[in-house]
């Protein structure tokens, strides 16, 4: 239709008033940082279950090496303190495996399921603003045609131009409808998606460090008994090592 | 944006969309600063719902505190007879809730309202002038909290005696859903762990620009380090009231007389070893040196490897504290399971867990560094001893060395004797210490897990499911989980389908000439239609807007890609990803032909969400009520057609061709001709119709 001067594509009738307009905005907004939020926090439990993961593995490397050197074999007392040591980082380790398993289960798939709700609502975002964009248009268009000399061309053109029209302004309205309905509706779901979510994280805690505290308890019992203090203990580290340092074999260079 | 309205229709007026755009312009910028004081209004409010937090959380703490204490105490002090070590339980009760007290006071010294900027700051004042009073009620409660458990678990064990009890603390507080005397005793456990992420809840609402920033923060760094402090003297007061230091044949004893000779002995192979890898063999065999030399080979050994897998550790530990998965904000901060996991992340990654690193590192990795840089010198003179040891041997044989000779004898034995006496006495105190550190080590795994399990205490109580076994526990959240999962899938599914329809729209004549042209040229069967404006972003690709027709000639590109189909569109041929193509079926299926060609067509069917031609033909004959006129200009192509103009009224005569065919209709036009046109090139004006100024020709 470019025979037909254009002044804007803005119709005169107000299709959508501003405080449904703004309205609709800060649901959105809600949505989009509940978007970005959870995204985020998804992306921190991976790592720091990752991370935690690996700090396990590196104790029982600890445990291990220590237990593969033959300094173990010598000397029944040492390599008793040793196996026990490396029997506790194991168990840490196998109960530190299934504290991830269950995070993982209740926490880290319920997230990242929740995240993928989001692109097909942005994208129903997208599509109620180009209907509405195709409304806007196509509503002025009707507008003008009105504006003008009743002919037969136009009458004919006012006539296709609401044909037109109708079946656009029925899409936006039942899709800007269902958006205004479904947003705060999801938004509110949060709440109940991630009870259990949170509930499971600090349960799968509490019993790791639950058997995190036996185990090392009964451990310290066994190989460091003696209750030192920091303090203590570095007066004893210090005076050890002075007492090597004070070998002429080791000064030597 | 508004401006977005404007589309690429042709702007004639050019003045006018200066001012069009001026004006668009100011309502966009008032718009703008609107927003931004709503969000500013929006973020003070949160700053101050943060700060009443803190308040109130302070003043009903000392209430329940003052039930227990008061109210719950005198009523169990009237049992017959009265529990044992009552007294015991409220010992260091009475200094935590004087201090809330004077904190409370403090606070509400100013009679500021929250609002008032300068609140924050006495707040922050009040929290600070009071931090060392804090710590040394809390901390003497927290160092006695374990016998109160101990008391109550003797309680537990007296049923009718706990009966009793739980009677007179529901009578005392009717209101409190509490089950046990712990439900008031841990909260000031609890009540220490909350300061820092109630006062960096509001640090997180609180502008930087803000006067009192720099104090809150410094309140929130003190309120840290009051926990550091408070569980170390916590553990300091374990360690003294447990262990009363009578040395008897402990562990310790088993270390400091490690036998490093008779081990040293047992190590000889290991020497042998490494000389075979060196290929260096002295005649001279030596076996009580070469057993401690063994030694120190794997004691060097074990000491690097500890050290890097100490490293490791902490390396992975580090990384763990920098993921903050308690910063997270779902506007779920009035519900109890997600606060109560960030109290406890962030009690474990800003205070617990730094701790429990600290110590590592200054027990454990430090000593382990100066013990390996300490592994130098014995190395070298080990080293230098072999290489005399050769020299040693030429010459070793003869009867009458020279004075060089001499030397050189004279300096292997030295440092050969140096060695025997010194090298075990290295192994040993090395040994002692490896062994002690991974003593250590363990000590501060059981410090950690202690301090955890403290602070759990206090949210066992709070939490619904807490009292879930955990198989129970276990079960319902998982199978929340999946059901949740499914309910989610249900929301995404019919968002998917109703909202990302197409709109419906009839076809411009410029359309349906391409889609004549295409269908023509390819068959209806290749008819795709543009889902959304797509720019082409690599060679060949096409740039194609929404609704336009495409012909796919290829599904794939020449790389195999089937994302990437090869298309054409009306004359120019290119890429586009076939995600953003939409299968159209038309209502014809063929164009038609010539009125005078023989074949009727099939009529598929319709897809529901395809562009639908809204014309259909009409079955008018002359009705007065309605005028039929051509909505699209039509050129005739042949002598049995007849042209007509957009807007021109025409007389149906027949809606149909000699065959039948309702796609063509008779028509005599305005000028008399006579001829075919296609029928959806019709439509249908109801006369009569009255919008004011209508005029009917």
Redesign the interface.
Known sequence: ??WI??????PKKQIVSKTVERDFEREYE?LQ??ED??K??HK??K??T???L??SK??V??SA??LN???CE??Q??LE??TA?DT?MKR?DAFNQEKVN?IQ??VI??LK??S??FP??N??VK??E??L??Y??LQ?KVEKY?EK?????????L??AN??LK??KE??E??NK??LD?MPK?YQ???????????????A???Y??E??TI??D??D?????????EQ??R??EA??S???S??????? | TLLSNYGDKKLYFPEIKEEMLAEEAEEAKKRREEEEEEAKERKAQRQRLAIEELVQTEKNYLKMLQICSVNIRSNLKQLQPPPANLDSLFLYIEDVMDVSRRLLSLFNQTHLQPEDPHYLETLCNSFLSLSSDIEAAYKEYLANYNNISVVENGYKQKEALWKEIIRVIKLSAPEVNATSLSFFLVMPVQQITRYPLLLQTIQKHTEPAHPAYALLEQTAHTSIALNCRINEYKRFREVADKYKKTESLTIRDKINRLNTHSIAKKTARFSQHLKHETGIKPKLVDEEFDAFEGFFNILENGILVLLENVEQYLLHLQRFLTCKTEEFDFEMDGEKSPICYKEITTALRQWILPTFEKRTRTLVHKPLCALRDLLVGPRNLIRKRLDKLLDFEMIESKSNLSYEEQAVANTYRTINTLLLNELPRFNGLALQLIWSMLGTFSCLHRDLAADMEQMFQSFAQQLPHSSLDPSAFWKWAESEVLESGRKLQTVCRSVEDSLNAPAVQPLSPSSQRRLKQLTDKHGSGKIYQVMSTVAGSRDLDLNLTRGEFVAVISEADTRGDKRRWLVDAGGRRGYVSSSKLIRYHQAMEDPPPSPLLNTPLDVTERRRHSYTPVYKPMNVMSQPCFQVMAAYSFTARGNHEVSVQAGEPVRVLEPHDKRGNPEWSLVEATGGQRGYVPSNYLTVMPMGAEPPGFRVF
């Open positions: 239709m470019s001067p254009f002044k804007i594509g803005q809600k940082k509940l939020q959870t985020k926090l921190d439990m790592k720091s990752e991370a935690d690996a700090m590196a104790a490397k600890i090496d220590l050197n033959p300094l010598q000397d007392a040492f303190s040793m040591l506790a840490m269950q289960k209740t798939d319920p399921k929740y993928g709700v097909s609502l994208m129903a599509r109620r180009q209907a964009q195709d806007k248009r002025s009105e000399e009743k002919t037969g061309p136009v009458m004919v053109k006539h296709q044909e037109e079946p656009v899409d936006f039942a899709k269902q958006l479904e999801f779901s949060r709440i109940d998606y991630f009870q259990p979510s949170f509930e499971a994280l600090i349960r805690q509490v019993v460090f639950t995190m505290y090392f308890s451990l310290t066994q190989i460091d008994p003696a209750g030192l203090t920091d203990r570095q004893e580290t050890k090592l007492e090597l340092r070998l002429s074999i080791v000064a030597n260079d």
